[in-house]
């Protein structure tokens, strides 16, 4: 009787699912940091509010690397692993016999399709863990479909995975693409939709304000905020890139601006149709990553008249999308929808110091120009140093041909970074194990450090100190709250509505989706179903 009381009790607590939902909506908004999203909420009324209030919302999912960007951000949400086991350390690393930066997901036996001849970010060839998006198409026996669209290939290969349909927004063509590694060619119902081509229509055109401007809090000018391809810092913002007629400046200038989030809805309205997701019984997987928010981001900064704009125009666009989605799989009860982001960000470092905050801009270059002068006054011959974010990446000939100790040379690396006024602390990969963990910061670098594409040498930058070569917008990758955290929302089917203002990791999101998709979480992921949100009866 007792082993019969404890089996119900344990069938009663799992979710109240006859069935998986027919679609799932997997949104990723690029660069919404929890504290961009938590300032923002009173002021929203379209998809996204409705979203935080109907479904299960978490404020402070942590991505718990120290480099939150965006393709290891999206390969963490798709495959619930840190960089350490999916390998996908940051957007781009260092080859160090050149010194020079290359894509993570290159591969020059599968180049991008309708657009010029690139290997660049063409293929999850890179991508060492499997997503959802391949356990959902195993286990439906490749029956289930799962598209990807992005406005960064580096978004969506790896939300497609090896097993899916990647398609991403190329700048030079104005165009959604995708590489040979997942067709030939691309479907009819693409080829349609960019014979249409909508980027073409707001040439000429310019980013207005949605809102009245009395609704924007601060200034809109700023002396710290980008103006590149033709935008300028304050409203409004021309959308021709400075050119005549329709090219890559103009399609770049465009993809910067919010005007591009409806441009990805279309799209996935047209993938809805063509490939008839949600249509049977046989769960699909849409995912769809919204990148103008972190364009702006970069450009403008998170308290500028611009993001808030963003932010108010994503709040449309996800609305749209859900409503797309719910149509799709003929109701809501029969829809699943997620949506995260891949990283934070801080504020521009020129705002946060105009507040009285101790913040500093970093600058790569010359880091990467100290470090290389002082190792080879040590060492002499050609070593050279490269910083990319917070790896510092060591070459050279005299450092490759065996002609110094390449221990001994990257500790001395590590030891000049920790002496710099805005560096917490740098080791050598040889220590990253065994050194101790200083104020809890070298966790987040081994979690983020995968051999033969990290840095010889790690670093953590003191808090409010952000890395830019640029003298003006704002950059994210530190392993402190406003790059980490970020917002998770499950609504839908089997999920069980609440806010849950506790601490979790981004690597539960993958499992906690594959619950709700009742199939296995996939093979590399650390997290884990998040239990307290499931079980809601479908509506």
């Known amino acids: 009787m007792l082993r019969a009381l404890t089996l119900l009790l344990l069938l009663t607590a799992l979710p109240a699912l006859a069935k998986p939902p027919r679609l799932t909506l997997f949104i990723t908004v690029d660069a919404m940091g929890s504290d961009l999203l938590l300032r923002t909420k009173p002021r929203l009324k379209g998809g996204l509010r409705q979203l935080i209030d109907s479904g299960a919302f978490y404020p402070y999912a942590r991505y718990q690397y120290a480099k939150p960007r965006t393709a290891p951000g999206h390969a963490t949400l798709a495959t619930g692993a840190n960089p350490w086991r999916h390998g996908i350390v940051d957007n781009r690393i260092i080859d160090r016999a050149t010194g020079k930066p290359e894509r993570v997901f290159p591969d020059a036996a599968h180049p991008v399709l309708e657009a010029p001849l690139s290997v660049e970010d063409v293929s999850p ?24 669209f992005a406005g960064k290939a580096r978004s969506a290969i790896p939300l497609a995975g090896r097993l899916g349909q990647a398609y991403w927004y190329d700048e030079t063509v104005g165009k959604f693409v995708t590489g040979t590694w997942y067709t030939k060619e691309l479907p009819g119902w693409l080829k349609a939709f960019n014979a249409a081509n909508p980027p073409e229509a707001t040439f000429g055109k310019a980013w207005e304000p949605l809102l009245p401007r009395t609704e924007y809090v601060g200034e809109d000018d700023r002396p710290y905020e ?70 702006v981001f970069h450009q403008y900064g998170p308290h500028s008249w611009e993001m808030q704009d963003t932010m108010y125009r994503l709040d449309k666009a996800v609305g749209d999308l859900v409503a797309l989605a719910e149509k799709a799989a003929g ?30 801009r970093v600058d790569p270059k010359a880091l990467s120009k100290g470090l290389t002068e002082a190792l080879r006054a040590q060492f002499g011959g050609d070593v050279t140093a490269t910083i990319e974010e917070l790896d510092a990446y060591l070459g050279g000939k005299t450092l490759e041909g065996g002609k110094v100790d390449g221990a001994a040379v990257r500790r001395a690396a590590a030891a000049w970074l920790a002496k710099q006024p805005s560096i917490s602390l740098a080791v050598a990969r040889d220590d990253l194990y065994t050194a101790p963990d200083v104020a809890g910061l070298m966790e987040p670098l081994r979690r983020g450090y995968y051999a033969g594409r990290s840095g010889d040498v790690l670093f953590v930058v003191k808090p409010f100190h952000v890395i830019s070569a640029d003298t003006v917008g704002t950059n994210h990758g530190t392993p402190y709250a406003y790059d980490q955290l970020v917002p998770l929302i499950l609504a839908g089917r089997g999920v069980k509505p609440g806010t849950y203002p506790r601490e979790i990791s981004t690597t539960d999101v993958a499992p906690t989706v594959a619950a709700l998709l009742e199939m296995n979480i996939p093979a590399s992921a650390e997290g884990e179903p998040r239990y307290e949100a499931l079980g809601a009866p479908s509506r």
Do not use: C
């Open 125 to 148: 060839a890179n991508l060492m863990a499997e997503t959802l998006a391949d356990r959902l198409r195993l286990n439906t026996q490749e029956q289930g479909k799962a598209l990807a």
């Open 331 to 360: 109701g809501r009860a029969n829809l699943l929808v997620v949506l995260s982001a891949d990283h934070g960000g801080a504020a521009v470092p020129e705002h946060w110091a105009a507040q009285g905050v101790g913040a500093e």
């Open 226 to 295: 980008g103006e590149y391809y033709g935008l300028g810092r304050a409203f409004p913002h021309p959308l021709n890139g400075g050119l005549p007629s329709p090219g890559p400046q103009s399609y770049t200038a465009f993809a910067i601006s919010p005007l591009s989030l409806d441009l990805v809805v279309k799209a996935a309205r047209a993938a809805i149709e063509g490939e008839g997701l949600g249509k049977d019984e046989v769960p699909d997987l849409l995912a769809v990553s919204f990148s103008a928010t972190d364009r």
